[in-house]
């Protein structure tokens, strides 16, 4: 006589386990690199924002310059008060920080993203003012510019005293 069990046998639920560690195994690295590559999107649109708020400041400075009768349109200055030049900065998602002028490097502001710092923006303006450069940095990786009149250096912000091509 046989009963009417009902469940699964340990082999069903075997198969089962198998294939759910199957489809993870599959889909957490996509995951990972799904995190990865909106992390640098989000590094290469801040460099993005930072070139056109320069070029933007320079417009305007372009501009009053036209109507006042003067000639010294400027970049902004590289330092704590950068982010200003945002109509809306995201202080909970970037960290900007002002580092001085030492030695080859001149003063540039880095914005690093909140979540990983090793995904960095930096921005560097000439001495008088008069050309600019934005790079990023990946990953940990050497940097890569991003915009401006500057040429990249070989070091890992990308800038240094003679980066901007005077």
């Known amino acids: 006589m046989r009963r009417n069990e009902k469940g699964f ?9 198998a294939i759910i560690g199957i489809l993870a195994a599959i ?15 989000v590094t290469k649109s801040m460099a ?3 070139v056109s708020a320069a070029n933007q400041k320079y417009a305007e400075s ?27 900065f ?24 909140a979540d990983d710092t090793d995904y960095i923006v930096y921005y560097i ?3 008088d003012k008069d050309a600019f450069m934005v790079t990023y940095s990946l ?4 940097a890569a510019k991003a915009g401006g009149t500057g040429t990249l250096a070989t070091s890992a912000t990308g800038i240094d005293a003679d980066s901007h091509g005077d």
């Open 125 to 127: 303006a000439s001495t």
């Open 48 to 50: 993005t924002a930072v």
């Open 90 to 113: 995201d202080a909970s998602t970037w960290t900007i920080t002002a580092a001085a002028a030492d030695g080859d490097v001149e003063k540039y502001v880095s914005f690093t993203l």
């Open 139 to 142: 990953n940990g990786a050497n």
């Open 27 to 41: 889909v957490i690295p996509q995951f990972t690199n799904a995190t990865t590559k909106a992390k640098e999107s």
């Open 62 to 88: 372009l501009l009053s310059d036209i109507a006042g009768g003067a000639d010294a349109s400027t970049y902004p200055e590289a330092d704590a008060t950068f982010e200003t030049n945002f109509s809306s």
């Open 9 to 17: 046998t340990l082999i069903e639920l075997i198969v089962v386990i």
